[in-house]
């Protein structure tokens, strides 16, 4: 069995969560087993890197490197051009991500004006990116419980979309481990483009085989990570059980109603004293990466509700 090595993220900033000094910065595992070493995402700036290059620099022997990105967001590939400085005559290393993340990035690349003060910061390691493509996905059968995806070494990487369309958690079964990038994020999605229908089937999923396999280690995107599979199930209970209280919520507001405001659904959770919500208030942007407006929007964009130009209003055709 290989060890499993943590680099905490930051996940305590004290402002705008992309300004310098409180950099949001996702976790990094590092997982060795005999000569290869698993790389979970790299975070994003100059002391993550320091930190991965000098747990790096600890690991004996190690011959081949595989990078895993867990999905396209800056915050959790932004130091993958440490790639590059790991690759030399005897070592190899590899950086992989599913080809839908391939866009988005490319997009960002050629607009940096888009996040100036993001573009020092961000080393993605492009030129060394492996797409991981659709066509060679594969099913994934663990006792019933299937995914699609891929076998990198030793990895499962199983396809768990709806945070984003990129998403994949990655699972090692000699570890008993399972890396879940943001997909048990509260508050999930937090970008419009995400799809809360996709991510509760993901998590059902996710939730099986942690039953079926008796995972024992959870590995979060960020935060704290989860030991023992009896924690590990109730901490996923735990999240559904939370995600399902936003979303009734929503459900109420809606009702039978043909229009709607973000706002008013912010004003329907600032009165509801409810702890969970108290948290989802307490982590709304812009001090943490949480956003329950975006959070709205996708929701109600995928009940089929529009929104029209600079409108507050969002509203539903009947038929
Ligand atoms: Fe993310």
Known sequence: MGKIFKIEGNSAPRGNWFDEA?????????????????????????????????????????????????????????????????????????????????????????????????????????????????????????????????????????????????????????????????????????????????????????????KRRGIEYLGNGHLKSVKDNDNVLKYIEDWEEKERYLFSKLEELIGSRDKVTIEEYLDMLRGDDHPLVQEALRINAPFWPSSLENFAASFLRIRGWNKSGDSEEWTRERE
């Open 22 to 210: 409180d950099l949001w910065c996702s976790n990094v595992y590092i997982i060795q087993r005999d000569r290869t070493a698993y790389i979970i995402d790299t975070g994003i700036g100059k002391r993550m890197h320091e930190k991965i290059s000098g747990r790096l620099s600890e690991l004996d022997e190690i011959k081949c490197i595989y990078l895993i990105n867990t999905h396209r967001h800056l915050d959790h590939i932004a130091n993958g051009g440490i790639i590059g400085e790991l690759r030399d005559g005897y070592l190899e290393a590899h950086s992989y991500i599913y080809e839908r993340a391939r866009l988005s990035i490319e997009s960002l690349l050629a607009n940096p004006q888009v996040w100036p003060s993001m573009a020092e910061k961000i080393d993605i390691g492009y030129e060394y990116l492996e797409w991981l493509k659709k066509e060679d996905m594969k099913n994934l059968d663990f006792e019933r419980v299937s995914f699609k995806g891929w076998k990198i070494g030793e990895a499962y990487l199983l396809y768990t979309p709806g945070h984003s369309s990129c998403s994949i958690c990655i699972y090692l079964e000699e570890e008993e481990a399972l890396f879940t990038g943001d997909l048990l994020w509260y508050v999930n999605p937090n970008l419009p483009s995400g799809n809360i229908d996709q991510i509760l089937d993901s998590v059902a999923k996710v939730k099986e085989l942690v």
